[in-house]
């Protein structure tokens, strides 16, 4: 990669962003579709959110994406914001253009694409989502559109209840919401086609703590775990042993990264190559 004056920098702010994976999948696609462009990491405090997107505008940076704890607060430094990410106040992408600065949210779409990418079409289906953090609202988002049947539970019932409201007037589509309890996430289950676990039960440091029984678990379901810190969750051991299809969390983070590279680079995403580098990085397969 060679970095001159015409160069585009991007680049992703978080606090804590030492365990990013965005650089590394954005700069090896970069590389990849030799695309005259640069990805650095930033770590930015809640303090300095504004600054630092006023400082993305002072020094022309060509685009951003937003991980915790800024998902929220870049909201207002912005001029434009995509309705996906209005809706649920949550921006993950920030593009420059010409000094104007639009903010998207990937995760919805990149949670779409990993479950279609591996054969998973929710049309028609009850999909159960467990959690509605940042992420879960943007999976619920994008995936009430599609599903026939949406139910989210959450620790906190409030959040799911407000979502499931706003995403109901919106769509018009059958969505519940309930408390992330055993007894509902075992009544959810029992007529789901798709399990998706958003909430941040059985990441590290953590990894033997799962949302369900495996005796809930079965062969027709689809589990989908967006945690990637371990590449493998408990959820995931158990319902590969129940026979259940299994879509792992590096599938939603390549694709959110795809569908931000897209944004950034109006280019078509090398997903392979994202995948790859992603994967080298985690330890998972050999350089
Ligand atoms: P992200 O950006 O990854 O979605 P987040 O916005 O902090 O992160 O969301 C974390 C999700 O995990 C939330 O749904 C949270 O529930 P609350 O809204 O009640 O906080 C959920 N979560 C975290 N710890 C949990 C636990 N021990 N049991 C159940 N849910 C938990």
Redesign the pocket.
Known sequence: MVISGTTKICGVIGDPIEHTLSPIMQNAAFEAMELDYAFLAFKVQVKEVGNAINGMRALNIHGFNVT?PH?NAVIKYLDEIDPTAKTIASVNTILNKDGRLFGFNTDGVGALNALEQNGVSIKGKKVLLL??????KAIAYTLSQESDEFVIL???PK?AEELSAILKQKFKKKIKAGT?SPESIKDNIADADVLIN????GMAPNPDQT?TLSEWLKPELVVMDIIYNPLETKLSKDAKAAGAKVISGVEMLIYQGAASFEILTACNAPIDVMKQAALIHLGKVQN
């Not at 959690?131 to 879960?136: L, M, T």
């Not at 958003?198 to 039960?201: M, R």
Request: no cysteine; aromatic share 6%; hydrophobic share 35%.
């Open positions: 915790m998902k959690g509605a953090g940042g992420a879960g959450n620790r906190t959040q992330f958003a909430t941040s039960v949302p």
